[in-house]
């Protein structure tokens, strides 16, 4: 999140961090310690320190524990030597410095490991500067707050991650369930019986799914089906109500897992710029959903909301990055992407030349001339990238009757797609790394908003009308592919499968980043 608005106290105190700094005789130290005893706040401090955990943050990483029992031993018994007292105020400050620049922009430089990632440039944050701030108007818990992405969303996974730490040591997690009714193939369907129908129970309880007190029923079925349908639809699945082996997988999941997922999550939201505007569009890729939405008065109001298919996990991922959205292309041309033509389309075109008319494709050569008919020189002319092949607008071509564009070095963009078929599946990656929208005239209308002669009716001519037209929008529209396999909707907390192994990487990356820091010497051992 982008900081535009400095708090007011901050700005009223800046002319006291330049006397601090600059023209008093007050050490900083004494912000921390009144008199020979630590004050008020560096007890506040090592509170903050001793809670990082609430932010999915290490305590360990800033000493946490240390510089607690520092402080406690500081104001009792013999005050402690300059020397000493020099030494923990320094400690307190270097820690808080580091928790306030992780609590605000994250611990990883996201493009160390999304080689493709590029958030935007960011107002500089001065930990030093804001701490010695925070101190001077004390009020150094209010401004750590602050610090914090200022989302709605962070504040829920925060607490979604207080339940499940709740849930760590919880009896349900005791012992796995037992294999489901017909072998390693099973499937448990409503109106069966399973001999793990109290266990299940006491799982789904204890999650949130099924109300306490609920008597067991004989067999798998009324409100233990309702309840295994709630956690489906939480955990990105087909809520049938049958519990198959990906639903068995997710069920058996430890709370650990859960907490760290949204750790995760929340080290993602702290480097993820999801207020650049009063309206932008968001791309959330593991959970193959879309959100068009506009802020007012910092609160973030969804105006649409759809399925998306996106690129394939195994070859064809959609990258990760930040664009605005310029321009729409109505009854597009398809272009096809010269890797596709070299493995897909030339391949097929020498099986079967009759597959380019009825794909309703074309040979375009570099100077222009269009070509309908398949000879072996254009073949080779476009594995030698001196021709192309493109898909004229129509019921068949592979973008549907509209696409959306926001410039980049990946040639992605949103379009609709003629396999609408693709949005009934629960898991959605089967794109070559572009991404289908399901509702393309809703999403126009909110991209369109401030050009208001585009009704509804107006863009749905335009799609229909097979004539390709490029429109330019009169304000662009921010575009963010975001990664999150987990977030918190009215009240419930949904998971999604890590599908391109991205939390992996985040996970080794944190815990690389916390072997690696030095200590701050809170010990006064």
Known sequence: MQIKNRPSWLIRSAAIVLW??????????????????????????????????????????????????????AAQGTPPEAAAMAQLEQALSTAMERYLSDVHRGRIDPQKIHHNFSPPQREAFDAAAYLQAALAARRL????????????????????????????????????????????????????????????????????????????????????????????????????????KTTLAQLQVMPAARVRQIELALERLRWTPLLQGPRMIVVNIPEFVLRAYEVQDGQIHV????????????????????????????????????????????????????????????????????????????????????????????????????????????????????????????RRDFSHGCIRVEHPVALAKFVLKNMPEWTPERIQNAMSRGESATLRLAEPVPVLIAYGTTLVKDGRTFFFDDIYGLDRLLDAALRKHSGSLAPTNGDQS
């Open 20 to 73: 601090l700094c600059c023209g008093s005789s007050m050490a900083a130290g004494q912000l921390w310690f009144d008199g020979e005893r630590p004050g008020a706040q560096a007890r506040e401090a090592v509170q903050l320190l001793a809670a990082a955990a609430t932010h999915g943050l290490v305590p360990q990483d800033y000493d946490a524990s240390a510089l607690g029992l520092a402080v406690s031993r």
């Open 141 to 244: 818990t209010d401004a750590a707050s602050e610090a914090a992405p200022r989302l709605p969303i962070y504040a829920q996974l925060r607490e979604a991650l207080a339940r499940y730490r709740e849930r760590v040591n919880h009896p349900a997690w005791r012992q796995p369930l037992p294999r489901l009714p017909g072998g390693k193939a099973g499937k448990l369907a409503p109106g069966q019986s399973y001999a793990g129908l109290a266990l299940l129970a006491e799982r789904l309880t204890a999650l949130g799914d099924m109300a306490p007190g609920l008597p067991l029923p004989a067999r798998y079925e009324g409100p233990l089906v309702d309840a295994a349908k709630a956690f489906q639809q939480r955990h990105g699945l087909a809520a049938d109500g049958v519990i198959g």
């Open 303 to 426: 105006q649409q909301e759809m399925k998306i298919v996106v690129g394939k996990a195994l070859d064809t991922r959609t990258p990760l990055f930040d664009e605005d959205m310029r321009f729409i292309e109505f009854s597009p041309y398809w272009n096809v992407p010269p890797s596709i033509a070299r493995a897909e389309i030339v391949p097929r075109l020498r099986r079967d030349p009759g597959y380019l008319a009825r794909e309703n494709m074309e040979f375009v050569s570099a100077g222009g001339r269009v070509d309908k008919t398949v000879s072996a020189g254009l073949l080779e002319a476009v594995l030698a990238g001196q021709s192309r092949i493109r898909q004229r607008p129509g019921p068949k071509n592979a973008l549907g009757d509209i696409k959306f564009v926001f410039p980049n070095s990946d040639n992605i963009y949103l379009h609709h797609t003629p396999a609408t078929q693709l949005f009934e599946r629960a």
